[in-house]
Every structure is written in structure tokens, then in C-alpha cells.
């Protein structure tokens, strides 16, 4: 398993932006899926984004689609999480998560909490309105 470290939540205003980071050890993030979630409070753990190195592509939940950006640095093993125009929707518990990386099984693999293995404590997004 890898160990992720999330940082960078916080109380924003509505369409402020905010930056996730998301530092692993103990695996390189080049050779996991690295996906972020999110839950909010009496809901499920809902996908946000992913990357995968081995295809060479993102993914993105409708909610955050052109809003949201996520990016991997291979030197420093971390994930970011890019959030611009927040919304209140948006306030949540940001997860980050690490899993095998599984290109051939196509995108909806990458959205399912159950293929990833490890997760970060989370880190709270408030975005008020």
C-alpha cells in the first residue's frame, strides 16, 4: 500500500479557487491510478477526478468538468487537485486515493471507490456563498 497526505483545503468564497495536493510514499503515483473524491456530510463518498500515467489520461465527474484540474508531479510523488469558480456545492471532504492502474478496463474503472486500495485522512472544503 501507499501512504497519502492531503493538504490545501479551506474556507473559500464562492468562485475563489482552491489547490489540493496529495504527497505519497511508499509507491510512486506514476505507476497507481491516483483519483480524488469527495464527501459531504449524510452522502455518499462521491469521484471527482483521476489520472492515469500508463494511459495518459484524465477523468473528471460531470459536477467538475472544466472547472477542475488534476495533475501529478513524478519528482516530487504528489497529486494536485486544481478546483477554480467553487461553489458551494463543492464544500466537501476531499479524499485522495491510490489503486492499481487498470487502462484496459476503461474509464468507469477509475471512478469507483472500490478499485482503490489506499486513501489520505481527507482534507475539508468549505466554499461559502
Known amino acids: 500500500q501507499v501512504q497519502l497526505v492531503e493538504s490545501g483545503g479551506g474556507l473559500v468564497q464562492a468562485g475563489d479557487s482552491l489547490r489540493l495536493s496529495c504527497a505519497a510514499s511508499?509507491?510512486?503515483?506514476?505507476?497507481?491510478?491516483m483519483g480524488w473524491f469527495r464527501q459531504a456530510p449524510g452522502n455518499e463518498r462521491d469521484f471527482v477526478a483521476s489520472?492515469?500515467?500508463?494511459?495518459?489520461?484524465?477523468y473528471y465527474a460531470d459536477s467538475v468538468k472544466g472547472r477542475f484540474t488534476v495533475s501529478g508531479d513524478n519528482v516530487k510523488n504528489t497529486v494536485y487537485l486544481q478546483m477554480n469558480s467553487l461553489k458551494p456545492e463543492d464544500t466537501a471532504v476531499y479524499y485522495c486515493?491510490?489503486?492499481?492502474?487498470?487502462?484496459?478496463?476503461?474509464?468507469?474503472?477509475?471512478?469507483?471507490?472500490?478499485?482503490?486500495?489506499?486513501w489520505g485522512q481527507g482534507t475539508q472544503v468549505t466554499v461559502s456563498s
Open positions: 489520472i492515469s500515467w500508463t494511459g495518459g489520461t484524465t
Open positions: 486515493a491510490a489503486g492499481p492502474d487498470r487502462y484496459n478496463r476503461g474509464s468507469y474503472y477509475y471512478t469507483q471507490a472500490f478499485n482503490y486500495d489506499s
Open positions: 511508499g509507491r510512486t503515483v506514476s505507476s497507481s491510478a
